[in-house]
């Protein structure tokens, strides 16, 4: 069965990078895009971006451009997603969550199954 | 930016029928998805294209569509039925991914 799994809690500091990995198994890894998604506590879900484990290209929203960065490893079945500069409203859980159509469609988003979530803290 | 609108909760008793509706003004022109999501655990997704269900959720949940508006429909609710509910979508572009801000049901 497809499985998505991540790495573990972080704590970071204010102005640092975080790097959380999602490897995923049960599938041919590069056929299917996979999206991050991130959910602040007590908060709703934000979409981050999304990446082709394929090629490796990448979309991100908006409001992360220039600070996430997202790229795969084929050998292991990976992929990464990096948060720079880091503030205290980046204190969330993050998952990953594949794309579950192998014909991806750029205007027609959506996820299934999702990573366990990985909880990012920053505080000073 | 584009919103999708939800209410903040939905309250009903074990068997009854709970509805949840999102809005938002491209609903007309793009897909919208429905997940699940319990205390402390990852959104699952119980309905996707508007009204398809995935295998293995049960047959209680269905999903509709009219106009600006889709509803998320859970026929003869149970307890374990209680949870966060989101509706995810695109603006008219496809360029945003919206999820609405989360519906609290609680069974009674």
């Known amino acids: 069965q497809v499985q998505l799994v991540q790495s573990g809690a972080e704590v970071k500091k204010p102005g640092a990078s975080v790097k959380v990995s999602c490897k995923a198994s049960?599938?041919?890894?590069?056929?299917?895009?996979m999206h991050w998604v991130r959910q602040a506590p007590g908060q709703g879900l934000e979409w981050m971006g999304i990446?082709?484990?394929?090629?490796?290209?990448?979309s991100y929203a908006q409001k992360f451009q220039g600070r996430v960065t997202m790229t795969r490893d084929t050998s292991t079945s990976t992929v990464y997603m990096e948060l720079s500069s880091l503030r205290s409203e980046d204190t969330a859980v993050y998952y990953c969550?594949?794309?579950?159509?192998?014909?991806?469609?750029?205007?027609?988003?959506?996820?299934?199954?999702w990573g366990q979530g990985t909880l990012v803290t920053v505080s000073s | 930016s584009y919103e999708l609108t939800q209410p903040p909760s939905v309250s009903v008793s074990p068997g009854q029928t709970a509805r949840i509706t999102c809005s938002g003004d491209?609903?007309?022109?793009?897909?919208a998805y429905w997940y699940q999501q319990k205390p402390g655990q990852a959104p699952v997704l119980v309905i996707y294209?508007?009204?398809e269900r995935p295998s293995g959720i049960p047959e209680r949940f269905s999903g509709s569509s009219s106009g600006t508006t889709v509803t998320l429909t859970i026929s003869g609710v149970q307890a374990e039925d209680e949870a966060d509910y989101y509706c995810?979508?695109?603006?008219?572009?496809?360029?945003?991914?919206?999820f609405g801000g989360g519906t609290k049901l609680t069974v009674l």
């Open positions: 491209a609903l007309p022109k793009q897909y």
């Open positions: 049960g599938y041919t890894f590069t056929s299917y895009y």
């Open positions: 990446i082709n484990p394929s090629g490796g290209s990448t």
């Open positions: 995810q979508s695109a603006d008219s572009s496809g360029t945003w991914v919206v």
């Open positions: 294209k508007d009204s």
């Open positions: 969550a594949r794309h579950p159509d192998s014909n991806y469609v750029a205007w027609d988003n959506w996820f299934d199954p």
